[in-house]
C-alpha cells in the first residue's frame, strides 16, 4: 500500500527545498550564436562554450580551459570567433592545476586574452591578443577579418591592463589559416570599411583614417586622412560608408554638420557643409545615393556621388533611423519621443509615402522580399480616448506594405512587449515570427492579412533567430537551458533541454592551456 | 523462511540490528547547489552477525536526502543594470540530492564485562547518488526535470564500541558508536562533475541483539 502510494506521487513533488543558494553567474547566455553546425551558447558560470543542435546533442567545445566571453561569426556561417579569458599561473609546479591552488600556494596568476576559431565544434587557431578588443569587422569575402576596440559596447572598467595596452592597433586576421597580424592604424580605431574587390580597409580612429592595402599579406598603411590639422581638435567619426565604387569613403562626425568625402584614389579630402550632425546615414547601392536624417530637424538630405551635391526634403517629423532596401530609404523615429511617422523614400524619384503608426516605433524590419515591413511599436500616453486610449495603453505591431502608394499598413495591438520578430520563407516572405514577452506561443504572422496562427511553446520566450535554410531557434526563460528549433516546412517543434549543466558542480577554476602571446 | 534463516544463524552466533544516524562530508565540489552544509546526516539500518565475541560481519545501509532553490546573481549583467535578462533569473531552479550508502564490513572486538564490546571495523561502502533539478516546479510538464545519477566506492576505517544490555537473556537491546575515516573515489555525476566525498565518521546505532 505504502509503495503504491509513493508511485502515486510526482518525483517532483518531494524536492527538497528548505535551503536557498545563489549563484554567481547564469548558467547560459540568451545571446547565442547560429552557426551553420549548430548553436553556440556560452556557460558563463561554467566557463564553457556549448554547442547545442536540433538533434539534441550538446557538445563542450575545447577552448583548453579558456572562458568565452564574445563569440562573433564569420560570414561564411562556419568560422566562429571566440574571445576568451585564460587564467595563467606562473609557477613550475605542475601539480597547481587550478586557479585556487595557485592563489594557495601564493604563486603569480595572470589573465590572458586570447582569440579562437571554431570550425565545426573544434577550436582550431588561438591567438593571445590585447585585453580590450572586443569587436570584429569582416571583409566582403570574409575571408580577413580585423579584431578592434568598440568603445560603444565595450566593459571598459573591466579590462585588465596587463603591462601596456596599445589602443593604436587592431589586428587583422586570415580566417583561413588564423594568422594575426598587428597594425598600427590611430588611436582608438572604431571602424573598418572595405572596399568592394577587399583590395584596401579603410580604418577610421580619432581625427585620423587610413586605408591598408589587403592585397600583399602585409598590411601597410597606403594614405592616412587627417581630419583635422589641429592635434587639439578630437574628431570623432560617428558613421562611415563607402560609395558603391569603393573610390569614397564618406563619414560623418559627432557633434559636426560637416559630411567627410575621402577619395581613396587621389588621397584627397572633400567637406560637404550639411545643415545639422546627422543621427544616422546609410547608402543605397542600387540608387547610388546616400541617405542622412537628423534626430532634431525634420528633414532628409540625399547625396549624390559624382559631385557631393546634397538634395534635402522636408519631412513632417524627425527621424533618427534608417533602412535602406533596393532604391528605397525607410525613415522611422526610435527616439522614445511621441514620433509615429514611418516614411519610405524613393531615392531615384525622391516621392515620399507616408506611414502613420498608431504608436511610436521602437524597432523596424524588413522582410527579405522587401514587400512588406514589420514595425514594433510601444506604449505610450496621450489622454486619447475610445479605442486610440486602449491603442495607446498597448504594444502594437505594424505591418507595411511597401508596395502602397497611400501608406497602407495593418495596426495590431499587441497583449505585452514584442520580444523577438523573424521572417519565414526566404524569398518569399509572407509570414512574421512574432513572440510575446511572457506568452508561451509562437505566432505565425500573415504579412498580407495580419491574421495569426499559434504554436504552443513550452516556455516563455526570450528571442528568436533564423539559421541554415529557414528554420528558427527560440530562446527560453528557463534556468538550465531551453532552446526550441521550429521547421516551418514540417511545422514542427523541437525543443532541447537541460544544456547548461555543464560544471555545475565544479567549485574551482581550471588553468588554460598556455598560448604564446 | 527469514525467521528460520535467522534462527538457524542465531543459533551459531549472535545477530544484531541496529537503526543508524551517521554523517558524510562532502569535500569538494560545489555542494551550496543543494546544501549550505557540507556534513549530511545519514539515516540507516545495520546488521551485525556476531561470528563470535572477537569477529563479526556487518552490512549496512543509509540515506540522506537535501536540496536547496538557487537563484542567479550575475554580477556583470547586475553591474550593467539587472541580473533579471538572465534566462530564467526570475525563477531560478531547484536542486535535489538523494544519497543511497550501503556498505559490507569485517569488525574485530573484544568482550568486557559482558556487555561492553570495544571494536575496530573495515568496511567497503558504496554511495549511489540522485540528482534532481527543475526549473519550474510548479509545472509538472516542463521539460527542465532532470535527473541525473552517478555512483563511486569507499571505504571506512573506525574505532567503536558496543555497550548491549540486560546480559541474563538471549536478547539485549544494543547501542554502538564508531568514530573513524572515510575516503571515497571521486563521485561523477554527468555533465554536473564531481564531488569529493571524504572526511570524519561518526556513526551511532540504537537496536536489538539476539
Known amino acids: 500500500m505504502t509503495l503504491l502510494l509513493l508511485a502515486a506521487c510526482s518525483i517532483w513533488d518531494d524536492l527538497p527545498g528548505d535551503n536557498n543558494n545563489t549563484l554567481d553567474a547564469a548558467l547560459w547566455d540568451q545571446d547565442i550564436t547560429a552557426a551553420a553546425d549548430g548553436l553556440y551558447v556560452r556557460l558563463p558560470r561554467a566557463g564553457d562554450l556549448a554547442r547545442v543542435t536540433a538533434d539534441g546533442t550538446v557538445d563542450i567545445v575545447d577552448l583548453g580551459n579558456a572562458s568565452p566571453k564574445q563569440l562573433i561569426l564569420a560570414p561564411d556561417s562556419q568560422t566562429l570567433m571566440v574571445f576568451t579569458d585564460a587564467w595563467l599561473c606562473d609557477t613550475d609546479d605542475t601539480r597547481i592545476d587550478t586557479v585556487e591552488e595557485c592563489s594557495r600556494e601564493n604563486e603569480e596568476l595572470k589573465l590572458q586574452s586570447r582569440l579562437s576559431l571554431v570550425t565545426d565544434g573544434i577550436d582550431t587557431s588561438t591567438t593571445a591578443i590585447a585585453a580590450h578588443y572586443n569587436a570584429v569587422q569582416f571583409s566582403n569575402d570574409g575571408l580577413t577579418a580585423v579584431v578592434y576596440l568598440d568603445e560603444e559596447t565595450a566593459d571598459l572598467n573591466n579590462i585588465a591592463v596587463d603591462g601596456l595596452l596599445n589602443p593604436t592597433e587592431v589586428v587583422f586576421v586570415e580566417l583561413d589559416s588564423g594568422v594575426a597580424t598587428r597594425v598600427p592604424v590611430g588611436f582608438a580605431a572604431d571602424r573598418i570599411l572595405f572596399t568592394p574587390d577587399d583590395d584596401r580597409a579603410v580604418v577610421l580612429s580619432r581625427s585620423k583614417v587610413v586605408v591598408v592595402d589587403l592585397t600583399t599579406g602585409d598590411y601597410e598603411q597606403i594614405v592616412s586622412f587627417p581630419l583635422s590639422l589641429d592635434v587639439d581638435d578630437d574628431v570623432r567619426p560617428q558613421d562611415a560608408a563607402l560609395t558603391p565604387d569603393g573610390r569614397y569613403a564618406l563619414l560623418t562626425v559627432e557633434g559636426s554638420g560637416e559630411l567627410y568625402a575621402l577619395d581613396l584614389e587621389s588621397e584627397s579630402i572633400n567637406i560637404v557643409s550639411l545643415d545639422a550632425a546627422p543621427s544616422a546615414m546609410d547608402v543605397s547601392d542600387e540608387a547610388d545615393h546616400t541617405v542622412m536624417v537628423f534626430s532634431n530637424r525634420s528633414q532628409v538630405d540625399v547625396l549624390e556621388h559624382d559631385y557631393f551635391d546634397v538634395e534635402s526634403y522636408t519631412l513632417e517629423e524627425p527621424a533618427n533611423r534608417i533602412a535602406i532596401r533596393d532604391r528605397s530609404a525607410i525613415l522611422y523615429n526610435v527616439s522614445g519621443n511621441n514620433r509615429h511617422d514611418v516614411i519610405r523614400m524613393d531615392l531615384e524619384t525622391t516621392e515620399r509615402i507616408e506611414y502613420r503608426m498608431e504608436n511610436p516605433v521602437s524597432a523596424l524590419e524588413i522582410a527579405p522580399d522587401g514587400r512588406f515591413a514589420v514595425a514594433l511599436m510601444r506604449t505610450e500616453s496621450t489622454g486619447a480616448t475610445g479605442l486610440d486610449s486602449l491603442a495607446d495603453a498597448n504594444f502594437g505591431v505594424a505591418i507595411l506594405d511597401l508596395g502602397s502608394e497611400r501608406g497602407g499598413n495593418i495596426s495590431l495591438m499587441s497583449e505585452t512587449e514584442p520580444v523577438g520578430l523573424a521572417f519565414q520563407g526566404g524569398e518569399v516572405s509572407e509570414t512574421a515570427l512574432l513572440l510575446l514577452q511572457g506568452k508561451d506561443d509562437l505566432l505565425q504572422l500573415d504579412l498580407e492579412t495580419g491574421g495569426y496562427q499559434e504554436v504552443g511553446l513550452p516556455d516563455s520566450p526570450l528571442g528568436i533567430g533564423s539559421f541554415g535554410d529557414n528554420a528558427f531557434y527560440i530562446t527560453h526563460d528557463s534556468a538550465l537551458g531551453l532552446i526550441s528549433f521550429w521547421n516551418p516546412r514540417a511545422a514542427e517543434l523541437e525543443t532541447v533541454s537541460g544544456f547548461a549543466l555543464a560544471g555545475l558542480l565544479d567549485d574551482e577554476t581550471p588553468l588554460a592551456t598556455p598560448v604564446e602571446d | ?210
Open chain 2, 1 to 210: 523462511m527469514t525467521l528460520l534463516l535467522l534462527s538457524s544463524l542465531a543459533s551459531a552466533a549472535d545477530l544484531e540490528v541496529n537503526l543508524e544516524v551517521g554523517r558524510l562530508d562532502i569535500a569538494k565540489g560545489y555542494w551550496d547547489l543543494f546544501d549550505y552544509n557540507n556534513v549530511q546526516a545519514t539515516y540507516g539500518v545495520r546488521a551485525d552477525w556476531h561470528k563470535s565475541s572477537r569477529l563479526g560481519f556487518s552490512a549496512s545501509y543509509a540515506h540522506f536526502v537535501t536540496g536547496a532553490h538557487n537563484s542567479v546573481w550575475d554580477y556583470w549583467e547586475y553591474d550593467e543594470g539587472g541580473s533579471e535578462d538572465s534566462p530564467g533569473a526570475a525563477e531560478g531552479f531547484d536542486a535535489a540530492f538523494r544519497g543511497h550508502v550501503v556498505g559490507l564490513g569485517v569488525r574485530g572486538g573484544v568482550d568486557l564485562w559482558g556487555w561492553f564490546n570495544p571494536y575496530a571495523t573495515l568496511e567497503a561502502r558504496g554511495l549511489h547518488a540522485v540528482v534532481r533539478l527543475d526549473d519550474d516546479t510548479s509545472d509538472d510538464d516542463n521539460p527542465n526535470q532532470i535527473t541525473v545519477r552517478g555512483t563511486t566506492v569507499g571505504a571506512v576505517a573506525a574505532a567503536g564500541m558496543d555497550i548491549r544490555i540486560p546480559t541474563k537473556y538471549r536478547w539485549a537491546f544494543s547501542h554502538n558508536l564508531e568514530i573513524g575515516y572515510e575516503i571515497m573515489a571521486p563521485l561523477n555525476i554527468d555533465p554536473l562533475g564531481a564531488l569529493a566525498v571524504r572526511g570524519l565518521h561518526v556513526r551511532a546505532g540504537f537496536g536489538v541483539r539476539f
